[in-house]
């Protein structure tokens, strides 16, 4: 088989609130990190070993508006998309790399009020417009200097 596979799946907490970009044809791109976290017994110590990971995620246009309006820091969530490496120059003209999740699906895991329901519901129907990559080439046209976050 000669195919590849590019897909993410994690579950997380928000590290940052979402920050939004907007570009001048009405689209837009939010960012926020997500942590995870791997904990096991060292068997020489037989002491518990927590270890953190930070993910840069990237969603787009109305799902973007969706994840500023109802998450925050601390936040459960799931994600699902693909890992996407960019390279941009920082202030100094040094070249920078970053890896994101572009994210193509999302649920909230937080249950803050009897609303949960209607916003999960909402943010599966967004889920098809997340496909949307009009915008990727303006995001890689538009590099804000201060990434990463």
């Given at each position: 088989m000669s195919g590849t596979l590019n897909k993410v799946m994690l579950i997380g907490h928000l590290g940052d609130q979402v920050k939004m970009h907007y570009f001048d044809d009405k689209n837009c791109i939010g960012r926020f990190p997500i942590a995870t976290n791997e904990t096991y017994t060292n068997k020489q110590t037989n002491e518990k070993v927590s270890n953190t990971e930070?993910?840069?995620?990237?969603?787009?246009?109305k799902a973007a508006e969706v994840c500023e309006k109802y998450l925050n820091k601390g936040d459960r969530v799931y994600i699902e998309g693909r890992l996407k490496t960019r390279k941009w120059s920082d202030d100094k003209g040094q070249e920078r790399y970053t890896t994101e999740i572009i994210c193509s699906d999302f649920t909230f895991l937080t249950n803050k009020n009897e609303n949960f329901e209607k916003l999960k519901t909402k943010s599966q129907s967004i889920n098809s417009s997340l496909n949307d990559s009009s915008i990727e080439n303006q995001y890689n046209n538009n590099e804000p200097s201060d990434l990463p976050f």
């Amino acid at each position: 088989m000669s195919g590849t596979l590019n897909k993410v799946m994690l579950i997380g907490h928000l590290g940052d609130q979402v920050k939004m970009h907007y570009f001048d044809d009405k689209n837009c791109i939010g960012r926020f990190p997500i942590a995870t976290n791997e904990t096991y017994t060292n068997k020489q110590t037989n002491e518990k070993v927590s270890n953190t990971e930070w993910h840069n995620i990237v969603v787009r246009n109305k799902a973007a508006e969706v994840c500023e309006k109802y998450l925050n820091k601390g936040d459960r969530v799931y994600i699902e998309g693909r890992l996407k490496t960019r390279k941009w120059s920082d202030d100094k003209g040094q070249e920078r790399y970053t890896t994101e999740i572009i994210c193509s699906d999302f649920t909230f895991l937080t249950n803050k009020n009897e609303n949960f329901e209607k916003l999960k519901t909402k943010s599966q129907s967004i889920n098809s417009s997340l496909n949307d990559s009009s915008i990727e080439n303006q995001y890689n046209n538009n590099e804000p200097s201060d990434l990463p976050f």
